[in-house]
C-alpha cells in the first residue's frame, strides 16, 4: 500500500519559514519524481517545485528565490523549505510521487500565512 505523509504545515506570519516533509512508503522512493503542488480557496491546483529522481529542481516563478525542494533517498522523504512566506502562499500543499504511468497524491497539509 503507498502512502504519502505530509507534516509540517501550519500558520506564520508574512516573512516567516516553514518546511514541509513527506514521507513515503511502498514505493522504491527513489525512481520517483517527487513534487509539491498546492491549492488555495476556489483556485486551481498548481504545481510549486519538483524534483528529479536525478536531483534537478524546478519551480514556479512566483516561489523561485523562496522555497527549495531537496530529498533525501535513504529516509524515502521529500522536503519543501518556505521562506519568506506571503499570504498569497497560503494553500494546501500537496505531495506528488510520479513514475511512468504510476502517481500518486498526499492528503495535503495546511499552510496559512497571515499577520
Known amino acids: 500500500q503507498v502512502q504519502l505523509v505530509e507534516s509540517g504545515g501550519g500558520s506564520v506570519q508574512p516573512g516567516g519559514s516553514l518546511r514541509l516533509s513527506c514521507a513515503a512508503s511502498?514505493?522504491?522512493?527513489?525512481?520517483?519524481?517527487m513534487a509539491w503542488h498546492r491549492q488555495a480557496p476556489g483556485k486551481q491546483r498548481e504545481l510549486v517545485a519538483i524534483?528529479?529522481?536525478?536531483?534537478?529542481?524546478n519551480y514556479v516563478d512566483s516561489v523561485k528565490g523562496r522555497f527549495t525542494i531537496s530529498r533525501d533517498n535513504a529516509k524515502d522523504t521529500v522536503y519543501l523549505q518556505m521562506d519568506s512566506l506571503k499570504p498569497e502562499d497560503t494553500a494546501v500543499y500537496y505531495c506528488?510521487?510520479?513514475?511512468?504511468?504510476?502517481?500518486?497524491w498526499g492528503q495535503g497539509t495546511q499552510v496559512t500565512v497571515s499577520s
Open positions: 506528488h510521487a510520479a513514475y511512468a504511468a504510476q502517481y500518486y
Open positions: 524534483i528529479t529522481s536525478g536531483g534537478n529542481r
Open positions: 511502498g514505493i522504491i522512493f527513489g525512481i520517483y519524481h
